[in-house]
């Protein structure tokens, strides 16, 4: 079993950065791939980054590529999504996802078994 609890979100205008975190607890000994996922008011939760459990491979969806980064410290148990050029269209409930995998990590929510609380990210206009 492993815990996840999200950090980072709050308010900011459009065109500003935050950085999340995603802490885990638990069985963390095992390689787990990292992935946010999110999801905004009447909308389906959609992709938005994974990173592999060495951190060496990152995807991301298309809605965030060249603005969002991933990283992790796995001494910390910890990734990090660094999100700049903010827009407006990035608010949403933004939630932390793992799982065991090797190789490329997957971007489904079915890949997914373990699953945070959920950060709230508002950006204004």
């Known amino acids: 079993q492993v815990q996840l609890v999200e950090s980072g979100g709050g308010m900011v205008q459009a065109g500003g950065s935050l950085r999340l975190s995603c802490t885990a607890s638990?069985?963390?000994?095992?390689?787990?791939?990292v992935a946010w996922f999110r999801q905004a008011p009447g909308k389906e939760r959609e992709f938005a980054a994974a990173?592999?459990?060495?951190?060496?491979?990152?995807k991301y969806g298309d809605p965030v590529k060249g603005r969002f980064t991933l990283s992790r410290d796995n001494a910390k148990n910890t990734v990090y999504l660094q999100m700049n050029s903010l827009k407006p269209e990035d608010t949403a409930v933004y939630y932390c996802?793992?799982?065991?995998?090797?190789?490329?990590?997957?971007?489904?929510?079915?890949?997914?078994?373990?699953w945070g609380q959920g950060t709230q990210v508002t950006v204004s206009s």
């Open positions: 996802a793992a799982d065991y995998a090797w190789g490329y990590p997957p971007i489904q929510l079915a890949d997914y078994s373990y």
């Open positions: 638990g069985r963390t000994s095992s390689r787990y791939a």
């Open positions: 990173i592999d459990w060495s951190g060496a491979i990152t």
